[in-house]
């Protein structure tokens, strides 16, 4: 039987954001093997990542564990990991391998050239763009367009990161997807609202939600949105943050320092996302760095006002200025903030979803299919 390895630093990766593509291979006849990290570094519940490996197992697959971080300077860990890529590509002959994630893509391109194994790479978000710190292109940079060598095809979500690898990369193939799609046809009958863990707050009517979606740590960014209520001083206003992360502390300390702490709410890890985003009456997407961001999606397809970082991914799928806000100023955090609360947002909120069209599940499933099946991938 034809097999695949889908491949990514954490396992959260690959369950969070690749099970239709195992869908769409088990369809087209192969064994899809998971290899991430399923102890270490996963933003979702020890339960969440248990279901998936019975998930796994469901759909005739295999997962396996190895010890690679995200953190590049780990060299013990990751070279241990690398080193069992290869035995388990020895093993196993896998007629192609997909990587996700920047350490786990480095593993896997190093681990595909060494075994002269076909390897496709899906870039959710280069880790050096436009406004990126320096360290990061010196870091980052020269490691990508290396490995681009040695990479079969390679498969980008947003465009600025397409136009750069199409310009300076040496990929096979490079490909633009838009995104790794949403679900845009959720029944909302089976949809459940009654959202006890924001009711608990006790809210008065008139009360404002603002909802960021997110692992609590310094990407996301969510201290800019505590600063910011602070600069508004609207009673109204209380932020919701759902997610779990290293900075929970942090945001916590800030806000009781500001004196705002009554109206942050840390929600921690939540599993109907979308719910939450259909309660909330702003979306708040401050994130230093993204590639393309499935939540901010789903906040537009739930159609709630969405105000973003002025970033590569977030500037694809928001087009008006007065809803994105430099993400290293509050200053224009508060202007975006206040735009949604002063005006009929009907019109923008209309706009986005009609631009969300694009990236439906739906579409971006029948082109990663062409992906697997015309790139010289699929032995037949």
């Not at 996700?100 to 002269?116: E, F, K, M, W, Y």
């Not at 537009?300 to 809803?323: F, P, Q, W």
């Not at 909120?349 to 971006?364: G, K």
Request: charged content about 25%; proline content about 2%.
């Amino acid at each position: 039987m034809k097999k695949v390895l889908m491949m990514a630093t954490t396992a959260a990766m690959i369950e969070q954001f690749n099970k239709n593509n195992i869908l769409i291979l088990e369809g087209m006849g192969y064994e899809v093997h998971v290899l991430g990290n399923f102890l270490v570094g996963n933003p979702i519940s020890i339960e969440r990542l248990e279901s998936f490996k019975s998930w796994i197992k469901d759909h005739k697959g295999k997962w396996f564990h190895y010890p690679a971080t995200r953190k590049p300077t780990n060299f013990r860990n990751n070279f241990v990991a690398y080193q069992y890529a290869v035995e388990l590509i020895k093993k196993y002959q896998y007629d192609f391998i997909h990587c996700h994630t920047p350490l786990g893509s480095v593993i896997a391109r190093i681990a595909a050239h060494q075994t002269d194994t076909k390897i496709i790479y899906t870039a959710h978000g280069f880790h050096f763009f436009k406004g990126a710190p320096l360290r990061n292109w010196i870091l980052y940079y020269p490691v990508e367009k290396f490995l681009s060598k040695w990479t079969d095809v390679l498969v980008l979500i947003n465009k600025e990161d397409y136009n750069l690898a199409v310009s300076r990369f040496y990929a096979k193939k490079t490909i633009y997807i838009p995104g790794v799609g949403i679900n845009l046809e959720i029944n909302k009958e089976d949809k459940k609202i009654s959202f006890e863990n924001i009711s608990q707050f006790q809210l008065k009517e008139n009360d404002i939600i603002i909802l960021s979606v997110g692992e609590l740590n310094k990407n996301k960014n969510h201290q800019l949105v505590v600063r910011a209520l602070k600069r508004i001083n609207d009673d109204r206003l209380h932020y919701f943050i759902a997610g779990q992360g290293s900075r929970k502390k942090d945001i916590l300390s800030l806000a009781k320092k500001l004196g705002v702490e009554k109206h942050i709410h840390l929600l921690g890890y939540q599993k109907n996302i979308r719910d939450l985003d259909a309660k909330a009456d702003i979306f708040v997407f401050p994130s230093l760095r993204e590639g393309l961001s499935v939540a901010l999606m789903e906040a537009i397809a739930e159609k709630t006002v969405v105000v973003c970082s002025d970033i590569r991914g977030n500037s694809d799928l928001i087009k008006d200025s007065n809803y994105l806000f430099d993400p290293h100023s509050v200053s224009s955090l508060v202007h975006s903030l206040l735009v949604t609360l002063e005006v009929d947002n009907k019109e923008i909120i209309y706009e986005n979803e009609s631009r969300l069209q694009e990236y439906d599940a739906r579409n971006v499933n029948r082109m990663m299919q062409d992906v697997y099946r015309n790139q010289g991938l699929n032995y037949n």
